[in-house]
């Protein structure tokens, strides 16, 4: 059987900015030099609107904190950009931007090796959700693009860079995703981190939930697999059953007495 609770767990150092999107903590980007985004409102907006300007317009975010063992990440970016038809038809425009990481194993920040060792991450396009004029105003043209990103250190630092685009970033949320605790045929399964994407974890094991026990003659021990999507996949015949005296809850996930009936 396949159990579908899967969930996403934030890193500590995630970031998030708009009061569209979230009204969680918010860290502040380090801006680049000659303050070329402007943040706006509080969480703020970062807007870059430069087209026909030759100069790369970059916003860099903290070092985020990489838990042990977290291999895969994903990304989450909500943003819009102006339509290149709305400004003169003379100056350079574009409607993408990029996203580059820098990867890093120790706890002290370091951006200033960034540009030696960045990573391109892809090239982000408008869409079809772009506009013809104002940002704050059309929150129903707002982009949305979740990247997973694979990850072989300890921090990450992630860089926005545009160049003769009109582009504002409303909100960025950066986390790992995990198989969610689990309870299924009586069987309880800890939350687990997922696998690397496309594969699957190891057998993990699980126990029986509370005055449960295995069934004599079950074949199977009591292991299930977290796959990569954050599902759990749990053979029919790994099982356990309520213990003499109890009965099985009607939500099929506990063993209650009759006291608790």
């Keep these: ?11 500590k150092s995630a970031f998030y900015f708009s009061c569209f999107f ?8 380090i801006l680049s030099l000659f303050l070329q985004w402007l943040p706006t409102g ?11 300007s030759p100069t790369w317009h970059i916003l860099r975010t903290p070092l985020i904190g990489v838990p042990a ?33 820098f990867q890093q194993n120790t706890s002290q920040a370091n951006p200033q090796r960034f540009d030696d060792f960045k990573e391109k991450v892809k090239t982000i396009r408008a869409g079809s959700k772009h506009i013809t004029n104002g940002f704050l105003s059309h929150v129903s043209n707002v982009s949305s693009i979740t990247i997973p990103i694979t990850l072989n250190s300890r921090g990450v630092f992630f860089q926005f860079e545009q160049k003769s685009a009109c582009l504002a970033l409303f909100a960025v949320e950066v986390t790992y995703r995990v198989c969610s605790k689990r309870s299924v045929n009586l069987v309880f399964f800890e939350k687990t981190l997922i696998p690397d994407v496309g594969s699957l974890s190891d057998e993990i094991n699980g126990s029986c939930a509370e005055n449960a026990m295995q069934s004599q ?10 796959n ?10 790994v099982s356990c059953v309520c213990r003499n005296g109890y009965h099985l809850s009607p939500d099929l996930q506990r063993c209650l007495g009759k006291c608790e009936e």
């Design 1 to 11: 059987s396949k159990s579908t609770c899967s969930s996403h767990k934030r890193l």
């Design 69 to 101: 063992l977290v291999t895969s990440i994903e990304i989450s970016i909500k943003f819009t950009m102006r339509n290149c038809s709305s400004f003169p038809s003379d100056l350079e425009c574009y409607e993408t931007f990029d996203l580059y990481k």
């Design 22 to 29: 979230s009204k969680r903590q918010q860290l502040k980007f």
């Design 228 to 237: 990569s999507n954050g599902e759990w996949i749990v053979p029919p015949n």
């Design 42 to 52: 509080t969480p703020p907006t970062y807007i870059s609107c430069a087209p026909g």
């Design 217 to 226: 003659n079950a074949s199977s021990a009591l292991t299930g697999i977290c």
